[in-house]
C-alpha cells in the first residue's frame, strides 16, 4: 500500500524521470545554441543525482512497494547503469548532434531506457520483471530507429522490434505458466511455492517449459544465441551511441533479470536452467566468435563479440554456487564484475567506432588503417579496449575474465573451461586484427582527424575505467561479492 | 638497510614503467630526448640489479639464503592475492640479466631504430617492467598480470618493428601465448579453490593436490601448457622460429633472452615446489620433450638458411637442456633411481638448467644482435648470400666465433658449464635419454660450425654483390657486445659464484618439493 | 452444460479467426479476422468472469492495436496484394515446428499437469480491488506502464513523423 | 431504488416459470424480450429523430422541411426508409466483399450494442455491468473500425481517405471523451451507469457541477458522431461523402441508421453522466416518469446537436486536430486533475460542489479567453498577410 | 463450470498459430498481428489461472492489464517503425531488408 511505501527506495528511478521531463521542457524551451550543451548537461547531472541516490542507499535489503527490490544487487546494476549512460552522452554529443535535431528526445529516451533498466534490475515480482524488460525493449526500439532517415537505422530498428516482439511473447507465456503453477508473480513466493507438496507432483512437467520460455526472453535481451540474431544489425544499424547502450547496459540488465528470476524463483529448479545456459553459454562464445572472425566491419565484429561476451558472462550464471561465509567467485559476482567491466570495455569500444566513424565516414577494418597517426589517441583508446576485452591484465577485461573463469573451475565443469579458453584466443584473434590494422599498417595517404570534446571525455573515463577496473579490482570485488550474496541468500 | 630491503625490488619494478610514461610524454618529433631518456633511465634498474645481484651474494655468504626483500601488501583481500614480491638466489641473477640485455637493447636500438621512436621505447620500457614483475612476483596473479604485460609489448615489437611477415609472427605469437596463459590462469584459480590463496609461498608449504594425483595432474598441464608454450618446449615451439625471425633486432634479444626464461623460470617457481607430486610424476614426459627439444632444434638448424631463422631454432634446441634438466629433477623426485646418486644428480641437473637459462639470455642475446648487425649492412638473412666475411669483417668475425662457440658448448665458455652439468646430472637419472640429448650437442657444433662458420665467414666473398656495403663492427655495436662476451669469458672461467647461486635456489627448491638433502 | 456450449463456439470462432489471420492471404482480411479473434477473445473473459479485461480487450485491442495495424496497412497500401507470396521461404518448417510445439503444450499443459484448481467464486468487489492493487502493491508497475506509453506515443511520433522538408 | 424492475421482472418472471420453463431458458428469453425492447425503442427514436433534423434543419434555412406523409410529415422517414430498401444494392466489381458487405452491419451493431448499458428509467437497463462507462468507450472503437472497413474495402481514394480521416479523428476525440467522461466517474467512484445515475440525485447533476466537463463532453459527442462542424470524415464537399460514398440502397441506409444511433445514444450517455439520467421531479412516486424525462433530457441535447449542425460551418482538418490535441485534451486533463483533488477535499459536499462549479466555470473562460485570443492573432496575422500580398 | 484445461488449450493454439504466422509470414504488419495473437493466448492463460486457481487475488489480473498497455506501446512503436520502413523502400517485407545480411 502507499503508505508503506517508501519514496526514498525509488529516489533514483524518480530523479530520473524527472529529469527526462526536465529534458523535454529543456528541448522545448531553450534556444537550439543552449540546448546543445543544456540537454546533455541537465541529463548527466540527472544521472549523476540518480548515482548518489542509489550510491547513497548501497547496503540496503528491503522490498519496495512489493514490486521492487532495494538490494545491493540491483544498486549494483543501478550504478553502473548510470555510470555508463553518463557516458554515452557524452559520446554521443556531436554524433547526434549530426544526425538529428531531435536531441531533447533523444536523451530523454536515453534517461527513460535508464529508468526502465533500473526497475527491471530490482524488480522482484514477474510483473515488473516483464514491465522492465518490454519498457527497456521498447524505448531501444525507438533509440535503435532514430535516425529514421537512414536505412541501417530503421531496418535495425525493426529487426530488433520484431525479435524482441516475439520473445517477450514467448517469456511471458512462461511467466503465465509460472503463475498458474504457484498462483503468485512474486518471485520469492513462487520459490516457497515450487517447494509446496501439491506443486512439487507437477514440477517436472513444468520445469522444462516454464525455464525454456522464460529464458527465451532473457537470452534475447542478453543476446544470447540462438536469440542473437537481432544483435549485430541492431548493433550495427543503431546510432553508435545507442549501440553502446544496447550493448552493456542493455545486456547487463538481461543477466541482472535473467540471474534474479532463476535465483530467486527458482532455486529448486536450479538443475534444469543450469543446464540449459550452460548449453547457451557454450552455443553463444562459440557462435559469436566465430562469426566475429569473418566481419569486415568493426562495428559489426565487436556486435558479435558482445554476443561472444555473453556466454562468457553467462559462465558466471552457469557454475552459480553459494559457498559459505561471502567467499568471492560464487559465480553471481563473476556477471557482476563482468558487467561492470564490460561496460566500460565495449562502451569504450563502441564510443571509439563512433569517433572513427565521425572522423571518417564508416567503421569498416580499412577506416582504421594507421588509426595510430591519425588520431593517436583514438588508436590508443582503441588499444586499451579490445586488450581488456581480450582480457589482459591489468585491464578491467582480465578482472571480469577472472571471476567467471573461477567458478566454473571451482565447479570443475571442465568441458566449458576449455570452450572458454578456446574461445577467448579465437576472441583475442580478431581483437588482434583491428590492433594490426591501427597499429602496424601505415597509410601515410590519409588525413589526421580531431575527436570532439565530448567523446575524449568520454574515452578518458572509459580508460580510467578500465585500468581502475583491473587495478583496484579490489574495490569492485568487494562490491559484486556483497551484491552477489545478498542475492544467494548469504 | 632497511630502504633498500623493502624498496629495492618495487624501485626496480617500477622504474621502467615511469620511464615509459616519461616517454610517452615526450612531443614524438624530439627523437633524441626519447632515445636519451630511455636508455639513461634504464641504466638505473641495470645499476640497482647489479647492487641486488652483490647484496644477494653478500647476504648468501652471510648464511641467509631463500627469499629476501620480501614486499607484501594486500591487494585483493577477498581473493587471499596480494602484491608479494621478493628474490631469491634464482631470480636475483635473471633480474639482472634483464637488467642488462634491456639496458644494451635499448643502446642499441637508439642508432637503430628510426621510425616511430616513440612508441618503441615506450613499448620496450614497459617491456621491462613485465618481465621484471614475473621474476619477483610470489603471488599467482601478480605473476600472471606481469606475465601479460610482457606479452602486449612484444606483440607490438614485432608487428610495427619487424620484418616482412611481421604481421603474421606477431598474431602468431600473441594467440600461442595467450592460449597458455589462459590456461595457466585456469590452473590457477584450481590451485586457489584448493587452498584459498595465490600466494606462491604459502602454497609451496601447503602443496596443495598432494594426495589426488589425476587433479593435480590437470592443474599441472594447465600451468604446463602456459609455460611450455613460453618456453617454448617441442611441439609448442612453432611460433618461435616466426617471432624470432620477423622481430627486430632488439627484440629477438629480448624475446630470445628473457622471455623464454620467463617459461623455464615457472617451472622452477610454480610447479616444482607447489606440485612436487605432479612435478614428479610427468619428470619423465619433460625429460622427453627436452631431449625431443634438442635433438629436433639441433637437426632443423642445420636446414636453415635464414641465419635468423637458424638462432631462433637454435634457441629450442638450447631451452631443451633447460627442460631435460627440470626433467631430470622431477624424475628423481619419484624415487624411482638409486637414492645415492639421484641426490646430487638432481641439483646437478637443475643447476645446469638455472645456468643454460642465464647463459643462453647471454649466449643468444648476442648472436641475434650480430646477425641483426649483418642485418642492418645487408638487408638479407640468407646464409648463402655471404661467404669470405672473415677477412672483410675481421672484428665482428671474431665477436661472433665467440658467441658461437659458446653456444655450441666449448669448454672456457659459458655455454660448456651449463651444458655439463645438465647432463652430468641427468646421465645419473635418466642415462639413455641423456644419451640421446647428447647427440644435440654434436649437431649444434655442426649447425654452429658448417651452417654458419662455413657459409658465412668462410668461402668467396661475393665482391660484386657487396662490395664495400659491409663494413666492420662500429663504436655503439662494440659497445653493445662487449658486455655480453666478457660475461660469456668470464662465466666460461670463473662460474663458481653463479654456480653457488644456483645450487642454493636448486637445493632450497627441491627440498621445498620434498627432497630431503 | 449451456456455458460449455458457449464456450466451445467462442473458442472455436476465436482459433478459426486466428487461423484465417495467420494464412488469409490479404492482408487487410487477416487484420480483420484479428478483430474477430481479438473479439471472441474478450467473449472468453466474459466466460472467465473478467468483465474489465474483457472490455479492456476491446477497447484496446479492438480499438487501438487493431486500428493502428489496419492504419498502417492502409499507409502502406500496395504491399499486401499481389507480387510476392504472404509467406516466406520458411513456411513450412515454421508449420512444422508450430504444429509440434503445439501438441507439446497442449500434452504437458493441458493433460499432464495438475493445476491447482479451487472452486472459489469471483469476490465482487473484484475491480475495486484491482484499482486498489494498481495504486498500491503494482503502483510501481502502473507508474512505469505510463511512462512507456508517454515513451512509445513520443517514439512513434517521433519515427513516424512526416519527412522533414 | 429499483421500482419499475421488480415489479415489471417479477410479473415476467412468475409469467415464464408458471410456463413451466427451465431457468436457462427464462435468462435466454429476458435477454431476448431485452434486446427487442431496446432494438423498438432505438428505431423508432431513430424514425423520429431524422424527422425532427431535417424539420429542424428546414426551419433554420427558412424552408418547411417533409410536410406531405403524415401529418407535419411525420411518416416521411418511414416511406424514405423503404425506398432506401427497395433501391438496387450496388458492390463495386473491386471491392473487397467480405468487409464491405459487413462494414454497414457492424456500424450499426457498435452503437446498438450501446444501449445495452444506457438506464432509460429507474432499473431499466439492459445490463448494468460494473465497467458500464468503459464498455461505452471500448464499444466506440467498434465503430472506428466499421468505418476503416467500409473505407478500405470500397477500394475508392475518397472512402480511404474518409477511412483515414475516421481514424484521425475518431481517435483524437476518444481521448478528451474518455477525459471527460472520467470526470463524473471519478466523482461518483463507479463505472456502472445505474450508479451514476443514484449519485446525482436531488438535483446534483454532475453537468451542473462540472460545466466544463460537460461541455467537454459534448464538443467531443459532436465529432465522435461526425457532425458539423467536425463532419470531415464524410465532408461533401471535399470527399464527397467519404467511407460511404460506393455504398447505396439498404447497406446505405445501415450507415444512415447508425449515424443517427448514434446522435441519439450520445445525448442519451451525456443525459446518463451529466443531467441526472431518468431524475427529475415525482420520479421517486412515478417511476414511470423517468423515462419520460430521460428521453426529454436526450432529445434537448439532439436537438442542440443538430442546431448546431444547421448552423456551423465545417472546419479544416489540421485545425480539427489541433483542436482536440492542444485545447480539449489539456483541458480534459486538468479537469481530471481537480476533480480528483477535490473528491478527496475534507468539506461538505456543498461546499465542494460549489467549489468545483467555480472552478469549472473559471477554467472554462480561460481555455475560451485563450482559444479566442489565438484566433484573434491568427487572424491578425491572416490579415496582415493578406495586405502584404495584395 | 467449463473445465480449466479447455482454456489452456485454447490458449495454447491460439499461441502455436501465432508462432507460426510469425515464422511464416513475409510482411513485417502480418508477423505482428501473430504476436498480437500469442499476447492474447498469454492473457488467456493468465486470466484462465486467476480464475480457477486464485480467484481473490487480482495479480493475474494486474499482469493481464499491463500485458495490454505494453502491446499498445509495442504496436505503436511497431507500426510507427513499418510506416517509416514504408517510406524508405516501399515495402514492408522482412525478408528484403537484406542491407544488413551477413
Partial sequence: MLNTLNVVRLLPELILLVTALVVIFVDLYARRRTALWLLPGVSIAGLVLAFVAAFAQWGAQEVVAGTLAADSFAFYFKLVAAVTVVLVILASVRYMRERTRFLGEFYAFLLVATLAVFVAVSATDLITVYLGLETLSIVSYVLTGFLRDDKRSNEAAIKYFLYGAVASAIMLYGFSLLYGLTGTTDLAEIARRLQAGDVLANLEWVAWPAVILAAVGFAFKASLVPFHQWAPDAYEGAPTPVTMFLSTVSKATGFAVMARVFLTAMPSLGEYWMALLYGLAILTMTVGNLIALRQTSVKRMLAYSSIAHAGFILMGLVAVTAPAGGHPFNGLDGVLMYVVAYAFTNAGAFAVVAAVEDGTGDATLDNFAGLIARAPFLAAAMLIFLLSLAGVPPLAGFAAKLFVFAPVVRQEYYALAVVALVNAVVAAGYYLKVVKQMFFVEVPERPAFAVARGMRWALWLMIIGVFGVGIFMNWFAFMSVRSAAGMLGL | ?517 | ?165 | MDVLKPQIGDWWHALLQGAGLSSGWIVFLDALVITLILLGLGLTSVLFAVWLERKLAARVQDRLGPNRVGPYGLVQTVADALKLLTKEDITPDNAERLSYNLAPGLAVFAVLMLLLVIPFGPGLIGADINVGVLYLVAMGSVGIMAILMAGWSSNNKYALLGGFRAVAQLLSYEIPMILAMSVPVLFAGTMSMEKLVEQQAHGRWFGVVMPAAFFLYFLAALAENERTPFDLLEADSEIVAGYHIEYSGMKFAWFFLAFFLNTLILSAIATTLFLGGWRGPFVEQVPALGIFYFLAKSFVLVFAFMWIRATFPRLRIDQMMAFAWKVMVPTGLVLVLVAAVFVKLPVAPLVRDVLLFLVNVFILLVVAGLVGRHLRLQIKRLSEGAAVVS | MVPLSWYLAVAAVLFVLGLFGVLSRRNAVAILMGVELMLNAVNINLLAFWRYTQPENVAGLVFAVIVLTVAAAEAAVGLALFIALYRLRESVNVDEIQLLKG
Fill in chain 3, 1 to 165: 452444460m449451456i456455458l460449455k456450449v458457449v464456450f466451445l463456439l467462442v473458442s472455436l470462432f476465436t482459433v478459426g479467426s486466428a487461423l484465417m489471420v495467420v494464412t488469409h492471404k490479404n492482408l487487410f482480411s487477416s487484420a480483420l479476422f484479428l478483430v474477430a479473434s481479438f473479439f471472441g477473445v474478450a467473449a472468453l473473459y466474459v466466460l472467465l468472469e473478467a468483465e474489465f479485461l474483457a472490455v479492456a480487450q476491446v477497447l484496446i485491442y479492438v480499438g487501438a492495436i487493431a486500428t493502428l495495424i489496419i492504419f498502417a496497412i492502409m499507409l502502406t497500401r500496395g504491399m499486401m496484394s499481389g507480387r510476392t507470396s504472404p509467406r516466406n521461404d520458411q513456411a513450412a518448417w515454421a508449420g512444422l515446428a508450430s504444429v509440434v510445439l503445439g501438441l507439446v503444450l497442449l500434452y504437458v499443459v493441458v493433460f499432464r499437469v495438475q493445476w491447482p484448481v479451487v472452486e472459489k467464486p469471483v469476490p465482487p468487489d473484484t475491480i475495486e480491488q484491482l484499482g486498489r492493487a494498481l495504486v498500491g502493491r503494482y503502483v510501481v508497475p502502473f507508474e512505469v506502464a505510463s511512462v512507456l506509453l508517454l515513451a512509445a506515443l513520443v517514439g512513434a511520433v517521433l519515427i513516424a513523423r512526416e519527412k522533414e522538408v
Fill in chain 2, 1 to 517: 638497510m632497511a630502504f633498500f630491503e623493502r624498496w629495492v625490488l618495487t624501485i626496480i619494478l617500477f622504474w621502467p614503467l615511469l620511464a615509459s610514461l616519461w616517454v610517452l610524454l615526450i612531443p614524438k618529433e624530439q627523437e633524441d630526448r626519447i632515445r636519451r631518456v630511455s636508455i639513461w633511465m634504464s641504466v638505473v634498474p641495470l645499476v640497482l640489479a647489479a647492487v641486488l645481484f652483490v647484496d644477494y651474494g653478500t647476504r648468501f655468504l652471510g648464511g641467509t639464503g631463500g627469499i629476501q626483500y620480501e614486499v607484501q601488501v594486500t591487494w585483493i583481500p577477498q581473493l587471499g592475492a596480494s602484491y608479494h614480491i621478493g628474490a631469491d638466489a634464482l631470480s636475483v641473477p635473471l633480474i639482472f640479466l634483464t637488467a642488462l640485455l634491456t639496458t644494451l637493447s635499448l643502446y642499441y636500438s637508439a642508432r637503430v631504430i628510426k621510425h616511430r621512436v616513440k612508441e618503441y621505447f615506450f613499448l620496450f620500457l614497459l617491456l621491462e617492467t613485465g618481465m621484471f614483475g614475473v621474476f619477483m612476483a610470489l603471488d599467482l596473479v601478480l605473476f600472471y598480470v606481469f606475465w601479460e604485460v610482457g606479452l602486449v609489448p612484444m606483440f607490438f615489437l614485432i608487428g610495427i618493428w619487424g620484418h616482412e611477415n611481421r604481421m603474421y609472427a606477431s598474431l602468431k605469437f600473441f594467440l600461442y601465448t595467450l592460449v597458455g596463459s589462459v590456461a595457466m590462469l585456469l590452473a590457477f584459480l584450481a590451485l586457489y579453490f584448493k587452498t584459498g590463496t595465490f600466494d606462491i609461498v604459502k602454497l609451496t608449504e601447503m602443496r596443495p593436490f598432494a594426495d589426488d594425483i589425476v587433479r593435480a595432474s590437470l592443474v599441472f598441464f594447465g600451468i604446463f601448457l602456459g609455460l611450455a608454450i613460453k618456453v617454448p618446449s617441442w611441439p609448442f615451439h612453432t611460433w618461435l622460429p616466426d617471432a624470432h625471425t620477423e622481430a627486430p633486432t632488439a627484440g629477438s634479444v629480448i624475446l630470445a633472452g628473457i622471455l623464454l626464461k620467463l617459461g623455464a623460470y615457472g617451472f622452477l617457481r610454480i610447479l616444482l615446489p607447489i606440485l612436487p607430486s605432479a612435478f614428479a610424476y610427468w619428470g619423465f614426459l619433460m625429460v622427453i620433450l627436452g631431449v625431443i627439444s634438442i635433438v629436433y632444434g639441433a637437426f632443423v638448424c642445420m636446414a636453415q638458411t635464414d641465419l635468423k631463422r637458424l638462432i631462433a631454432y637454435s634457441s629450442v634446441s638450447h631451452m631443451g637442456y633447460v627442460m631435460l634438466g627440470l626433467g631430470a629433477a622431477g624424475v628423481a623426485l619419484t624415487g624411482s633411481v638409486p637414492w645415492l646418486a639421484s641426490k646430487d644428480s638432481a641439483a646437478l641437473a637443475m643447476d645446469g638448467a638455472m645456468l643454460q637459462m642465464f647463459n643462453h639470455g647471454i649466449i643468444t642475446g648476442a648472436l641475434f644482435f650480430l646477425v641483426g648487425i649483418l642485418y642492418e649492412r645487408a638487408h638479407t638473412r640468407d646464409l648463402t648470400a655471404f661467404g669470405g666475411l672473415s677477412a672483410k669483417l675481421p672484428y665482428y668475425y671474431g665477436i661472433f666465433m665467440v658467441a658461437g662457440f659458446a653456444s655450441l658448448g666449448l669448454p672456457g665458455l659459458a655455454g660448456f658449464w651449463s651444458e655439463f652439468f645438465v647432463f652430468r646430472g641427468a646421465f645419473d637419472i635418466v642415462r639413455i635419454w641423456a644419451a640421446i640429448g647428447a647427440i644435440g650437442v654434436v649437431v649444434t657444433a655442426g649447425y654452429i660450425l658448417w651452417r654458419i662458420v662455413a657459409n658465412v665467414f668462410l668461402g668467396e666473398f661475393n665482391e660484386e654483390r657487396w662490395g664495400n656495403k659491409l663494413w666492420d663492427m662500429v663504436g655503439y655495436e662494440k659497445a653493445t657486445l662487449w658486455p655480453l662476451i666478457l660475461i660469456m669469458f668470464f662465466l666460461g672461467l670463473y662460474p663458481t659464484p653463479l654456480v653457488n647461486f644456483f645450487n642454493s635456489a636448486a637445493v632450497e627448491l627441491l627440498t621445498k618439493a620434498g627432497f630431503m638433502f
